[in-house]
Nanobody, 127 residues
Framework: QVQLVESGGGLVQTGGSLRLSCAAS????????MGWFRQAPGKEREFVAA????????DYADSTKDRFAISRDNSKNTVYLQMNSLKPEDTAVYYC????????????????????WGQGTQVTVSS
C-alpha cells in the first residue's frame, strides 16, 4: 500500500503564493505519474497538474498552467505544487494522487484513473 500525505496549505491573499508538498511512503513505485487535484465546496474534484516519474512529462489544467508548477524529487519520494498569483477561485481542498500504471498523460485528467490519494490540504485565497 502507498500512503500520500499533503502539506503546505493555508490562508493566503490574492496574488500570493503557496507551495504544496506530497510525501509518499509505503510501497512507493518508480513508474507512472503523480498529480494534484482540487475540490471546492459544492463542486466536483478537478484536475490541476500531473508529472511523470522521470519528470519528462507534465500536464496542467488550462486554469493553472500559467501560474502553477509541478515538480518532484524522487530521492525524497515527494511531489510539489508551486502555486503563484493565487486567486479566490483557487480556494479548494487540494489532493495529491499517484498511479504506477503507464496510462497516457491525457487520461490523467480523470480522477478515476488514479489509484492512490492523500487526505487533502485546504487552500484558501482571500480577496
Amino acid at each position: 500500500q502507498v500512503q500520500l500525505v499533503e502539506s503546505g496549505g493555508g490562508l493566503v491573499q490574492t496574488g500570493g503564493s503557496l507551495r504544496l508538498s506530497c510525501a509518499a511512503s509505503g510501497r512507493t513505485f518508480s513508474s507512472g505519474f503523480m498529480g494534484w487535484f482540487r475540490q471546492a465546496p459544492g463542486k466536483e474534484r478537478e484536475f490541476v497538474a500531473a508529472i511523470s516519474w522521470g519528470s519528462s512529462i507534465t500536464d496542467y489544467a488550462d486554469s493553472t498552467k500559467d501560474r502553477f508548477a509541478i515538480s518532484r524529487d524522487n530521492s525524497k519520494n515527494t511531489v510539489y505544487l508551486q502555486m503563484n498569483s493565487l486567486k479566490p477561485e483557487d480556494t479548494a481542498v487540494y489532493y495529491c494522487a499517484g498511479d504506477p500504471s503507464r496510462l497516457w498523460v491525457g487520461a490523467r485528467r480523470t480522477s478515476n484513473n488514479w489509484t492512490y490519494w492523500g487526505q487533502g490540504t485546504q487552500v484558501t485565497v482571500s480577496s
